[in-house]
């Protein structure tokens, strides 16, 4: 094997790139990427990034891939895989060869199909983005966010943070609905509504519709609202178009077996892209788009790319930062048929959820700053361990997890 070609210039496929070279991979790397820019990171986005109107935050340097002879390709696309004569071909025709491909193309925002192209109506995935957002952001301008998961939320904190007015507009009944427990998601609404962020749950939307200078939101039930910006943040769609006419399997994303594997022996997927089956969940399939999942699976992609053969049995983790609340989340809590409270202090708790058979298998919290993190962390240990601990151990802070965890 002497060339590993990466399609993706992501956080995931940096981290892949590296994980090579740091497990003395010595033959040739090529990272190819859609965007002008280096791989960087995307949490920032919707806070500080957003904010500051900073540049990427990198991954790495340039010199760095340099001294790690790692070649990167930015700002091109690739346009198809050609599997039987193992090459990629990039957008203006160029093939590249590959031995072992790794497919980390991410996932774009979902798009609201009553909503017109425009200036004032817009979508956070690319720095490019987060900068014609922030452009619109300041004391007086109004934005109204459509969408109540973790990308809205921070987005909606940030505005208001740049003295913005805000008005978030949801379709289900409640703001995360999407793996963050009810009681959790209140606290985080009511953080928002004490900053002066309005909220609409249950809002049916018919159109969203933008001039030059304003933006609408138009419901069924014939209301509207009146914004300079609307930013759409209904979820993501995974980037499997080129996989897809390649002739490999897709499974909500990318499938990949436990070892990030596709359909094809030679070529593996990680990262937003792919759907795998979770060791931890009965082998249920899932896709992540997290941030500490395309750290993960570009680590251990790496390993078996160079033909390791590991398996992924990390437990997903969550987390968004909203004003001075930070929430945190370990495992999956859909399936959970108990839930016991763990009260910290000051405001802050831990819900932990246990299946019929008292495994831990999810834990959710939130407070000021870092007040749940070092307790996350061990839950996350417990659950990688299938732990059955006591759920009255769990509800008492006077239990150490450590202890816990130890039995």
Known sequence: MTHIVIVGAGECGARAAFALRERGFDGEITLIGSEPHLPYERPPLSKEGLAGAEPPKYVAG????????????????????????????????????????LLATGARPRVFEACENAERIRMLRTHADALAIRALLAPGRKV????????????????????????????????????????????????HWREGVEIVCGARIAAIEADDNAARVLFADGGSVDADLVVVGIGAIPNTDVAAAAGLLIENGIAVDETLRTS??????????????????????????????????????????????????????????????????????DNAETTVRRDLGDGAFILFHLDGEGRLIAASGIGRGNAVARDIRLAEMLIAARSRPDPAALSSPETKLKKLLAA
């Open 264 to 333: 094809d022996p030679d070529i593996f997927a990680a990262g937003d892209c792919c759907s795998f089956p979770l060791t931890h969940y009965g082998g249920r399939r899932v896709r992540l788009e997290a941030w500490r999942n395309a750290q993960d699976q570009g680590t251990l992609v790496a390993a078996n790319l160079m033909g390791a053969n590991e398996p992924f049995a990390s437990v997903p983790w969550f987390w968004s930062d909203q004003y001075d609340l930070t929430l945190q989340i370990a495992g999956l809590a």
């Open 62 to 101: 340039a010199e760095r891939y340099q001294a790690a002879r790692i070649s990167v390709i930015t700002d091109v696309p690739v346009e198809v895989i050609e599997r039987k004569r193992k090459f990629v071909k990039l957008a203006g025709g160029r093939a590249i060869q590959y031995d072992r491909l």
């Open 144 to 191: 109204a966010i459509v969408g109540g998961g973790f990308i809205g939320l921070e987005l909606a904190a940030t505005a208001r943070r740049l003295g913005a007015a805000v008005v978030l507009v949801e379709g289900l009944p409640r703001v995360l609905s999407r793996g963050v427990p009810e009681e959790i998601a209140a606290v985080v609404a009511e953080r």
